[in-house]
Each structure stands twice: as C-alpha cells, then as structure tokens.
C-alpha cells in the first residue's frame, strides 16, 4: 500500500506518525518495552497529547527478533492468529547505553538508536538492514486532528526496512509473475485467479531476502508489500488496524532462514514413499465411469507405466451435490466394490473434495438447521451462486462443524479412500460472521488453514501420520505443516509451465517443502510437444500428477510416442527413489524444500539470482526443463563438474550451454562430490530402496569425503556409504546389509566395485 507522494510528501488527506526518539526503554527478562512519541519531547507539557507508539521487542527463538509496535493498545484483537512455536527460553541478551539499546538473539543483533529511535539489524558485525526515519509509523488516511480523529478506521501501521545495492527479494508464497520480486507491489490475500496473473491461491506473508535475512510478518489479514515499489531502496509492509507486528529471522544463509522459519511456523512432514509416484486423474468435467476408470488403469499397466495413486475429480459426486460425499449411483453403483478392485492392482485412492456445500446437496439442510455455515450478520446462512448454486462454506471455527465435515471423509476412508485432494478454499467473504467470533479479515486467508488441517487430521486418524497426505491448492503461512501443494489452473502451453515452475520456487522459498502441479496443463489440451516436455518436468519435481480439465491426460490420446516419454520418465523417477526420498527426510527435518531454487543452493554465484528455468531437486541434482517448441535447452551449470545423469557426460561449470534434446532427454546433472543412489525399482515408487541399490559417485576431488544414506519409509537409514578419494584410489565404506554396486564418474572412465554386504573396500582412479 503506498502513502507517500514522491520523495517529500504524502498523498492527499494522510498523515504519517513516526517515531521521533526513545523517550523511556524498560528493559526485562524477556524483552524490552519502548515508549516513542512521534513528535520530540523537549518540556513535561509535550507529554500531554500527541500520537505516542510502544514498541515491544522480545527474542521467541535464537537468531529471531520480533518487533511489535502499536498505536492504541486497548484496540479489540479479534483471531485467529497463526500457529507458532515460540521459544519460551530461547536465549535473550539486552543492553542500554547513554545512546542506545542492544537486542542480541544468537549471531543477530538489533541496535536502536534512542535520539532517532531508528534500527538496524546486524549478523555478527555484518550490517543487514535498518529502519530509518519514517519507515515505522501510524498513518491515517483521513486525518483532520487528534481532535476530530474519528478512531481505528482509516488506520494503519507500516514498517520499511532497508533494500541494499544488489539486494534481492524472494518469497511470499506462490507468485506467477518475475521470480525476484523487486519492483512489485503485492497483497497478501488469497484468490482464485489461476497461474497467469498477479493473483494466487497461496499468499505467505515472508519474504527471503539475498542478504542472508528474512522477514514474517504475523498477520493473517492482508498484508501489503511494496518491495522496491513505493521507495526503491525499500521494502515496506503495510496491515490496516493499530498494530504491527513481524519477526526478523537471521541466516546467515537463505538455507538457514527457511529452517528457523519453519522452526515457527512448523517444518512440513514426511510424506509416505507411495505419494512420489505418479498420480492419474479422471481429469475436472470429462465423463468418466468405473469402466472409463479401468480403461485408463489397465492402459497404463498394460503399457509398462506404473501408477501409485489414481484421483477421482469432482464428478464422482453427483452435478449440483457438491459436497455431499455421496458417489453418483448411475455412474458408480458400487463405489465401495470398486475402489478394492482398483486398490488390489496396486493402487491408492484420492478423492475431490472442498469445504463448499450447494444447496441442492442432502448435507445443506442438516448444516444449515444445525449452524455448521458461515452466516450473515442478520443470522442467514451466507450463500451465493459461484462454483455451485446457493453454495454455503462450512465454519470450521465451530468445534461441531469440524466433527461434522471430519465424520463424512473417516466414511470416505473406511470405504477404501487413501487421501483427499482439497480443492478451492480461497474465495473466502469477508462480510460474514464466524462461530468464534473471528474476524473475517483475518480469516479470509486462515480459512484454508482450518480447512486443510481439519482434513489431514481426518487421515493422520484413520491412516497414521506416516500416510497422512493431501493434494491442495489454497494454502496461508504453517499451510506447509499440510503437504502436498500443488500449482493451480494453468493453461497447457509453455508459457505456462514457465509461470508454474516460477510459483513453485517462489513458494518453495516461502517454507513450502514439497510442490507439484498439472502435468500437460489443466486448461484446454496441449500440444503433444507440450505434453511430453511436461511430463518430463512433472516427474522431475517432487509430486507428479497427471490432471486436465476438460480433457483426458493418459499419453495415448497424444501419440505413442508420448507413451514411451512418460514410461522412461515414471520409471526414472522410480529408480531415484533412494536419493529422493533422502532429500524429503532432510526436508521435514530441516524445513529446506526439495525442489529449490538455484539461488538457495548457490547463493554466491550471481548467475544463478534471478534463474527461475531450472532448478534443484535435492542438493545435488540440477534440471532445466525445456521450455519452448524447438527442442532447445538452455541452462547454465554452476561453478565445478557437473556429470549428465543420463549420459555420464562431463562438463565444466561457470557457463551457461544451449543444445538440442530429444524428448527422451533432458538437462539432468549430478554435482561435483555428490553420491546419488538408485534404486532397484520393478516398476513403482515404493520398494525396498536399500536392496541392491546402484551408488553413483560424481567427481569426487582428491582428498575429499562425501557420504550418503538410504532411507526405509519409517525414515530409518538402512545403508550408508562413505567414499574418500586421494590420488590414486577410492576407499569406500558401506554399512548395508545387501549387495550394491558403487560406480565412480570422474576420470577418463568410470570406475566400478561391486559389494555383497558391509564392509570395506577400494577401488583404483581411472585416467
């Protein structure tokens, strides 16, 4: 939100209060307590009125300061509020000096200057940022006075912090548009816009900035940033009411401000082995019965592509029901028979759902007579006609509407459903009144929480914590806690496999550990080019899906060709098991995504700060989906060796590389020093990942040690291999209990050593 005019004014009616300087500093155990007029206090009679704000400041965890500032303290603080975990006893260190006031947490220290009662956060001796003059204040919009204020209305509190020279911004949540987020203006406030405009279905009010720092701010309402917009060496962020309230979270690495922010917000949990698999959909409106759903199933068996999970989308319910969690009698009139047929070829269940109940549903009456609905402030149930005629939205800030909703997916499961895909959850209104008396402001965007939490709460229950999944679309910050997540609406072109791969980064950057999105685009029906580029794409990201709207996804309906592209990749991804399902426990433990972007990994390697086209999956593999209808690649390799995975090719890095693919191909390298594992897989994502595993050892330098482990789905390591090289040999320690075989890139040839079982060996460099 912008209030400034130029450099030197405001805009027309606002005024702008600002701390002047520190007048009293209460310094406590756990915190320090700042009274700062907004104008300077020279004599006792400049304390008898004027706009003060109190600044709080406390340390929730090591290497996190939390700034909270306020104008009236006494203003009504409705919920909900975001589910953090706050460190009672984290470590907290305060000074006062004639001049200033020292804030320590960790490395990170936050000097305020009491005479300006300005702020400036450092890394050890490393200067990160500052709030100068005028970047925290109180504004009105409408200011005639303090005697004729009217009150809260009109009101907000904004913050500004420094943007250094070079200084790049990422995050807040998934965003389509240009991956470093400098110059943009952007509302945290869920929508449902698709993938192609500024709006998104996923808003997270946490930036990443490449100085080695991040910023939450701990609002659920709309926030509103102006990153290099408003004032271009800026970053400001704006919530309307009489207080503000954000943590400042250290580094010194992005890597490491992901960790202690979902240290707050909570890590996102280890999905099961059988969820890496590829996922087939019935797609949004084709027609589809139980015969259609064995055509696909068998299609896909009998052509040597293995499925984990197939999806029924919205018409598995009947048309004007949704929800009512009834399966269409006409169409499948033996829902329960059925899902075991298609569960004893090897496969789990996701069904469609969202939190949406339309009038015509058998479910509307009884929610309705019960109170389990978002109401109006005249006590009428809030409907409207969007998505389905007299739709209602179910309150889960009522205890009883949750057992409700909760009791009619546990069916769902008992009939043989493994997980839910949920859908929608961001068109939320705001004149509406909640069981709690939650603001509706605020819960526009926590809404999707309570949604998403309610459902996975339903499968930690009925399945365990282990198998506990969901495929959603909406998603506010802690939505991680919930996975996995996926893209949105997209077209089926390039340019929208560009704008999803751009969402999924920015998200990923947002604390998001896992990401997926619609293989060959929802909207309309790609090209088969298209198709067989995405499937590539798709089943090199964490979670892969094959979904459509109004058309079907199975490969044969573009060309046989493309059914050869989606086996070779369905059964690569199967075999990388072992290294990706190693990449997703270090994911839930640390908070790290999977899929990240080249500046995370690579933070000093200024090629890589606006890279949004390629990505890494896990630490140690790089790919660069093709992206246009030339079958061209382009992509650039860091600094070091990198090795093709798929060739055992060599090259330097450094450089960027333009080549030709064939669609069996694609730019998939292996970093320098790295072990990737693959595994014996005959068929499936979910296998004995430690039996008969396959070490591959990537340009190890003389001297060096790299290490790997191979995880059970319990995430048990059950095999560790350790390789150090010196100049003439590898030695190699392994820790399994099965035969492997270990192979060495990194000379003139690649070198080999089979191992029955644990123990030592060595093996001679090549070349």
Same mark, same amino acid.
């Given at each position: 939100?912008k209030?400034s005019?130029?450099?030197?004014l405001w ?6 209060f600002?701390?002047?300087h ?9 915190g320090v ?5 907004t104008?300077?206090?020279?004599h006792r009679?400049?304390t ?5 704000? &109190?600044?709080e ?10 700034v909270?500032?306020s104008?009236?303290l006494?203003?009504?603080?409705r919920?909900?509020s975001f589910d953090?975990?706050?460190?009672e006893? /984290? ?5 006062q000096?004639?001049d200033s ?9 936050l000097? !305020?200057d009491k ?5 400036t956060?450092y ?5 990160l940022t500052?709030?100068r003059?005028?970047?925290?204040? @109180?504004?009105k919009?409408d #200011?005639?006075?303090?005697a ?5 209305g009109?009101?907000?509190?904004r913050?500004?912090l420094?943007?250094?020279?070079g200084?790049r ?9 240009p ?18 405009t ?5 808003? !997270?009010?946490?930036y990443l900035?490449?100085?080695g720092?991040g910023?939450f701010v701990n ?26 309230d954000y ?10 401000v ?5 240290? %707050? ?5 280890l999905? /099961? ?8 959909s019935?797609s949004?409106?084709?027609n589809y019965d ?5 055509s ?10 293995p499925?984990?999970?197939f999806h ?7 048309g ?9 009698p ?12 298609l569960?004893a070829k090897g ?6 759902i ?9 479910l ?6 019960n109170?389990?609905f978002?109401?109006?402030?005249d006590?009428?149930v809030?409907? #409207?006609?969007?998505?389905?005629p007299g739709? $209602?939205?179910v309150?889960?800030t009522n205890?009883?509407a ?7 997916l546990?069916?769902?499961?008992d ?10 959850g961001e068109? !939320?209104?705001?004149d &509406? ?5 939650s603001d509706p402001q605020k ?5 999707t929480?309570?949604?998403?939490k309610?459902v ?5 229950k009925?399945?365990g914590?282990k198998d506990?999944? %969901?495929?959603?679309?909406?998603a ?5 806690k919930f ?7 997209c077209?089926s ?11 999924g980064?920015?998200l990923t950057?947002?604390?998001f ?9 929802f ?7 298209v @198709? ?13 899906r094959l ?7 199975v490969?044969?309906i573009?060309?046989e ?9 369905t059964?690569?991804k199967a075999?990388?098991m ?12 640390s908070g790290?995504?999977m899929?990240r972007?080249?500046?995370?990994e690579?933070p000093?390697d200024r ?7 390629? @990505?890494m999956l896990g630490?140690?593999?790089?790919? $660069?989906p093709i992206?246009?209808?030339r079958s061209?690649?382009?992509?650039y390799?860091p600094?070091?060796?990198w ?6 090719e060599?090259?330097?890095g450094?450089?960027?590389?333009r080549e ?6 694609i730019?998939? @390298?292996?970093?320098?020093?790295s ?6 897989s005959?068929?499936?994502a979910?296998y004995d ?14 001297g060096?040690t ?7 789905e319990? /995430?048990?390591c059950?095999?560790?291999? &350790?390789v ?5 040999e590898?030695?190699v320690?392994y820790?399994?209990q ?10 003139e040839?690649?070198a080999e ?6 123990g030592s /060996?060595s093996v001679?460099?090549?070349?």
């Amino acid at each position: 939100m912008k209030f400034s005019n130029g450099c030197w004014l405001w805009q027309e009616g606002v005024e702008c209060f600002s701390p002047a300087h520190v007048y009293d500093a209460q310094l406590g155990e756990k915190g320090v307590k700042l009274c700062c007029p907004t104008s300077r206090i020279v004599h006792r009679g400049d304390t008898l009125g004027g706009v003060n704000l &109190t600044v709080e400041i406390t340390a929730p965890a090591k290497g996190v300061i939390r700034v909270k500032a306020s104008h009236h303290l006494g203003a009504l603080r409705r919920g909900p509020s975001f589910d953090l975990s706050l460190d009672e006893a /984290a470590a907290f260190d305060a000074e006062q000096t004639k001049d200033s006031i020292l804030v320590r947490s960790g490395d990170l220290r936050l000097e !305020i200057d009491k005479d300006s009662a300005e702020m400036t956060f450092y890394h050890g001796e490393c200067r990160l940022t500052a709030s100068r003059a005028k970047d925290l204040a @109180y504004v009105k919009t409408d #200011w005639r006075g303090a005697a004729y204020d009217r009150g809260p209305g009109n009101a907000y509190m904004r913050a500004q912090l420094d943007l250094g020279v070079g200084e790049r911004i990422y995050g807040l949540g998934e965003r389509f548009g240009p991956f470093v987020k400098n110059g943009q203006s952007i509302d945290i406030w869920n929508e449902d816009g698709g993938t192609s405009t500024q709006q998104a279905y996923k808003n !997270i009010p946490f930036y990443l900035s490449s100085a080695g720092y991040g910023v939450f701010v701990n609002h659920p309402e709309r926030v509103s940033f102006e990153v290099g917009s408003e004032m271009v060496s800026k970053v400001g962020f704006t919530v309307e009411g009489e207080s503000l309230d954000y943590f400042f979270i250290d580094g010194p690495q992005m890597k490491d401000v992901i960790m202690r922010y979902t240290d %707050l917000t909570g890590k996102p949990p280890l999905p /099961a082995p059988w969820t890496f698999g590829l996922w087939l959909s019935t797609s949004f409106t084709t027609n589809y019965d139980e015969e259609t759903v064995n055509s696909f199933v068998d299609g896909m068996l009998s052509r040597g592509i293995p499925l984990s999970v197939f999806h029924f989308d919205c018409f598995w319910m009947r048309g004007f029901s949704w929800c009512d969690f009834v399966w269409d009698p006409e169409m499948f009139p033996d829902p329960k028979g059925m899902l075991a047929r298609l569960k004893a070829k090897g496969l789990k269940i996701c069904a469609w759902i969202n939190s949406y109940v339309g009038q015509e549903s058998c479910l509307f009456e009884e929610g309705m007579r019960n109170g389990y609905f978002l109401k109006r402030s005249d006590g009428s149930v809030w409907q #409207w006609d969007m998505w389905q005629p007299g739709l $209602a939205i179910v309150d889960f800030t009522n205890p009883q509407a949750r057992a409700w909703y909760a009791g009619k997916l546990e069916a769902l499961v008992d009939m043989g459903v493994d997980c839910f895909k949920t859908d929608f959850g961001e068109r !939320i209104p705001t004149d &509406t009144v909640y069981y709690d008396g939650s603001d509706p402001q605020k819960m526009h965007n926590f809404y999707t929480y309570l949604y998403n939490k309610t459902v996975y709460e339903v499968l930690e229950k009925k399945k365990g914590k282990k198998d506990a999944v %969901l495929f959603a679309r909406s998603a506010t910050a802690g939505g991680q806690k919930f996975p996995v997540h996926w893209g949105g609406d997209c077209w089926s072109t390039y340019e929208a496999m560009q704008e999803s791969l751009r969402g999924g980064l920015s998200l990923t950057c947002s604390g998001f550990g896992y990401w997926s999105h619609d293989i060959g685009g929802f909207e309309r029906r790609s090209t088969a080019d298209v @198709y067989k580029r995405w499937c590539a794409f798709g089943l090199l990201s964490s979670h892969s899906r094959l979904h459509g709207s109004d058309s079907y996804r199975v490969p044969w309906i573009y060309d046989e060709e493309a059914v050869d592209v989606l086996r070779f990749f369905t059964q690569l991804k199967a075999e990388l098991m072992p290294y990706l399902y190693r990449a997703a426990v270090e994911t839930s433990a640390s908070g790290v995504p999977m899929m990240r972007a080249m500046t995370l990994e690579f933070p000093q390697d200024r090629n890589c700060d606006y890279l949004c086209s390629q @990505y890494m999956l896990g630490d140690s593999l790089l790919v $660069a989906p093709i992206l246009n209808d030339r079958s061209m690649a382009e992509y650039y390799l860091p600094e070091g060796r990198w090795t093709n995975v798929l060739t055992g090719e060599e090259r330097g890095g450094g450089r960027w590389y333009r080549e030709h693919h064939g669609y069996m191909s694609i730019p998939l @390298y292996a970093r320098e020093g790295s072990i990737v594992a693959f595994g014996a897989s005959k068929g499936g994502a979910q296998y004995d990942y430690a039996k008969n595993t396959r070490y591959y050892v990537y340009a190890l330098k003389d001297g060096e040690t790299a290490q790997t482990c191979v995880y059970d789905e319990n /995430a048990v390591c059950r095999a560790q291999l &350790t390789v150090t090289r010196t100049a003439q040999e590898y030695k190699v320690v392994y820790t399994g209990q099965s035969p492997c075989s270990v192979v060495f890139y990194g000379g003139e040839a690649a070198a080999e050593l089979e191992l029955s079982g644990a123990g030592s /060996a060595s093996v001679e460099v090549k070349g």
